[in-house]
C-alpha cells in the first residue's frame, strides 16, 4: 500500500473508496471492552508500527485499530463518514479546498489531546520522510495543510481531486500525536501512540497486544476487551493447526484455497466456521507494451480470446475467486464487464487464430509467464502453469512459466525484461480511481510502458474532479473499454475474503468488505 498497491501480498486465497460530506457520525467513548478478549493468527508481517512507514496490508490492519483518520468507511460501506472530524467538506466547487472540523474531547491514548496541529504535523510528517515503503505516494495532490484554530484543517491541494476524502479515511491519514514523533524520522521502538479504539500494549516478531482505548471518542463500539494477533511469517500449515487446536480463535489472511475449500465443505464439524466477504482485490496479467511479443495487439488478444478464467477459480483456486471481466472489480461504482462484452466468457480458438492471423502471426508464438509466489500467494505458479496449459492446447501458443524471488522480480520488470507478468492488488480505498489512475495514469506503477492521451489528458483528470461519483460511471466506463481494446492487461480474477473462526466467536462478517478495513471492535467471544 510506494503503494500498498505497489502489489502487497494478496490475502488468503491468493494461493485465494467521495464527494461533498457533512454531517456528524455517532459518537461513543471507549468505555467497552467487557467481552472476552479476542486472539486472532495471521500468516502476513506488520511491516511498521508508525503510519508514515507502512503500506502493507497487516500493518494497515494495525493502523486502522490504533489510530484514528478524520473520516472512516463505515462497516459494509464505502463513502466516508466522519470519525476525529465532527464535519468534513469541500468549501470550493472545484474539490480543491477540503475542510474539516475536529469533534470535541478528543485525546490520545496517552492522555494528551488531539488537535489540528497533530493533523497537520501528521500529514507534513509523512509527506516530508517520504518513506520508500509509506503511503505519501497517495498525496502527490496535496498542497497545504493549514490549521485556522485548534479544531479547524484545511486541506488545499494542487488539482481538483474528488476521492481526496476517502484517501484521508484510509490507513493513509492515521493522527498521530505531534509530542510523540520525530517530523524528521520514523519511530523505531515498535511503539504506537494514536486515538483509535484500540491501545498497542505490546509488539515483536511472534505477536502484537492490543487492548480497549479507554480515551478513545468515536464512531466505534468496542465488543471485546483486547485481541492479540499471533504472526505465522508465512507458516500455513501452522496456522491451519493453531485454529484446529484453539490456541487462535481466527485464522485470517493466510489459509489457502484449498485449507478455505476443506474446512467449509466439513460444515462446521470441527467446530469451525467459514465466514465469507466481499473484497475489491484484484489480480492481472500485466503486458509490456514494448516487447517484441507481448507488445503485439494480436498476441494479447488471442490470450484473451483462450485464458478460461471459469476453469482457473474452480481448479486452482477452490471457488476462493470470482472470474473478473474488468479493470474495476465487481461492487465498485463505475464497475463494467469491458473484456466480457469484448472476449467472451467461453475460450475460442477461431478468435484467437483470427486476431494472430489479422497481426501476420503464423507460428506458435513463444511465450514466458512470469510469476512470484512470494508476494502473490502459494498457487501463482500454479495458475500461471494452468494459462500456459490453456494457451498451448490451442495450438496456438507455445508457453511457459518462470518463477523467481520478489525482490528480482520488480528489479526485472523496472528494467523491462518480462513480456507477460503477474500483479495483484489490494486497493487503498473502495473507488474506481484506485483501480485506474494508478495503472493507467502518468507515471503507473505497472512498468508496462503502457500509455493513451485519451485516459491521462481527459478521463482521469475528469472522474478525479467530479464531486458526485456517480457521475463519473460514464467516463470510467470509457477508460474500462479503451483498456480492454487496448489489452495493457488482462483481468484474471477477484478474490473473495475469507476469515475462519472457532465456534461462539462473533462478528467477522463486519471485518470483510471492499474498504478493506478490519474492524477489531466488532469481533467478541461467547
Known sequence: MNMRNQWPVLPIVAGLASGLLTGCGSETGGSGGTGSSVVMGMSDDVLATDPASGYDPGSWLLFNNVFQSLLGFPKGGTEPQPEA???????????????????????????????????????????????????????????????????????????????????????????????????????????????????????????????????????????NSGVTLKFFHGDRTALKKALESGDVDIAYRGLTATDIADLDQQDGSKGIDVIEGSSAE??????????????????????????????????????????????????????????????????????????????????????????????????????????????????????DVKSVAFDQYEKDIEQGKYGVYVKGWVPDYPDADNFTAPFFGKGNVLGNNYSNRTITGSLIPATAAQSDRSATDGDFGKLQDIVAAELPVLPVWQAKQYALARDGVYGLEYCLDASTVFRFWELSKG
Open 85 to 223: 472530524a465532527k464535519q468534513c467538506t469541500f468549501t470550493d466547487t472545484r474539490a480543491m479546498v477540503y475542510k474539516c472540523t475536529l469533534k470535541d474531547g478528543l485525546k490520545f491514548s496517552n492522555g494528551d489531546a488531539l488537535t489540528s496541529e497533530d493533523v497537520k504535523f501528521s500529514f507534513d510528517r509523512m509527506l516530508h520522510i517520504d518513506d520508500a515503503a509509506g503511503p505519501a505516494i497517495m498525496f502527490p495532490m496535496l498542497d497545504t495543510v493549514e490549521t485556522p484554530d485548534a479544531k479547524t484543517v484545511v486541506f488545499k491541494l494542487k488539482v481538483p481531486d474528488a476521492t481526496f476524502p476517502s484517501k484521508i479515511a484510509s490507513g493513509a491519514g492515521s493522527i498521530v500525536d505531534h509530542r510523540q514523533y520525530d517530523a524528521n524520522g520514523l519511530r523505531t521502538d515498535e511503539k504506537a501512540v494514536g486515538s483509535g479504539p484500540y491501545k498497542l500494549d505490546s509488539f515483536d516478531k511472534e505477536q502484537a497486544v492490543f487492548s480497549v482505548n479507554p480515551d478513545y471518542q468515536g464512531t466505534a463500539e468496542t465488543k
Open 282 to 399: 484484484v489480480q492481472h496479467l500485466v503486458f509490456n507494451m514494448k516487447d517484441p511479443v507481448a507488445g503485439k495487439l494480436g498476441v494479447r488478444k488471442a490470450m484473451a480470446h483462450l485464458i478460461d478464467r471459469d476453469a482457473l477459480v474452480s481448479n486452482v483456486y477452490q471457488g476462493t475467486a470470482t472470474p473478473l471481466y474488468s479493470i474495476v472489480p465487481a461492487g465498485i461504482a463505475g464497475h463494467n464487464t469491458a473484456f466480457f462484452d469484448t472476449y467472451g466468457a467461453r475460450p475460442s480458438k477461431d478468435k484467437a487464430a483470427a486476431a494472430l492471423r489479422a497481426a501476420g502471426i503464423t507460428g506458435k508464438v513463444k511465450l514466458t509467464l512470469w510469476s512470484t509466489p512470494s508476494r502473490y500467494g502459494p498457487a501463482t505458479d500454479e495458475e500461471l502453469k494452468a494459462i500456459a496449459a490453456q494457451l498451448n492446447a490451442s495450438g496456438l501458443f507455445r508457453a
